[in-house]
């Protein structure tokens, strides 16, 4: 199957700070990318949809100036996670899409504020 | 919106068959997907179903029918390493998903 690299795989802030979360497609082009979060022994929950070269669809309830997402290329996408909180701490997963119906995932990044 | 709902837990032993159950609510339909994630691990995909019926993949199978809201996953001659949750996805458009809380797969010797 297709290749999506997320980098990095761990990470620890400090609370106040800003952390930037990277995810590629390696080996097509992700016309769609998706982010998730997920709470430990929870489902993965949508937070949005990006599309290259236009602004992201936050789900509801997700704060658009808290975690900005950029798809500027059709192979990468970044979540950035502003002004990090403890209750930030979660996995982040993305999975690209490139028109098909499977989405593939990348490895996923902990992050934990502290 | 969408809603799905599976079991949360079930066991089985070595060598067996176990069958997940999947139902779900949606306005819009393209598919169901299934899901493996292992602790710790991202999701990985295992089997997509879009019409009624069994998709085969391995010892994987994933059925679905439309008109009963319903879909299930097979996983046969089970090994160990076959515990971790399971999820059902809905598919409502182009690699968009809405995931069920997932089922967390006991294997036992």
């Known amino acids: 199957g297709a290749v999506v690299s997320q980098h990095p795989s761990r990470v620890i802030c400090k609370s106040g700070t800003s952390v930037k979360i990277e995810c590629r497609s390696l080996?097509?082009?992700?016309?769609?990318m998706f982010w998730y979060r997920q709470f430990p022994k929870q489902s993965l929950m949508l937070m949005a949809t990006?599309?290259?070269?236009?602004?992201?669809?936050?789900e509801q309830g997700v704060e658009k100036d808290k975690f900005l997402i950029n798809h500027a290329s059709l192979t990468l996408s970044t979540l950035t996670v502003t002004s990090a909180h403890p209750e930030d701490s979660s996995f982040y997963i993305c999975?690209?899409?490139?028109?098909?119906?499977?989405?593939?995932f990348g490895q996923g990044t902990r992050l934990t504020v502290v | 919106g969408q809603s799905l709902e599976q079991p949360s837990e079930v066991t089985a032993v070595e060598g067996a068959i176990v069958q997940i159950n999947c139902t779900y609510q949606t306005s819009g339909f393209y598919g169901l997907s299934w899901y493996q994630q292992h602790d710790g691990g991202a999701p990985t995909f295992l089997s997509y179903n879009a019409l009624d019926g069994l998709e085969e993949t391995g010892r994987f199978s994933s059925f679905l029918s439309r008109s009963d809201s319903y879909g299930y996953l097979l996983l046969q001659e089970l090994q160990m390493k076959d515990s971790a949750s399971y999820f059902c996805?809905?598919?409502?458009?182009?690699?968009?998903?809405?995931f069920g809380d997932g089922t967390t797969l006991t294997v036992k010797p």
């Open positions: 080996d097509f082009q992700a016309t769609t």
């Open positions: 999975s690209a899409s490139s028109g098909g119906f499977e989405a593939f």
């Open positions: 996805a809905l598919r409502t458009n182009a690699g968009k998903s809405t």
């Open positions: 990006s599309n290259e070269g236009s602004k992201a669809t936050y």
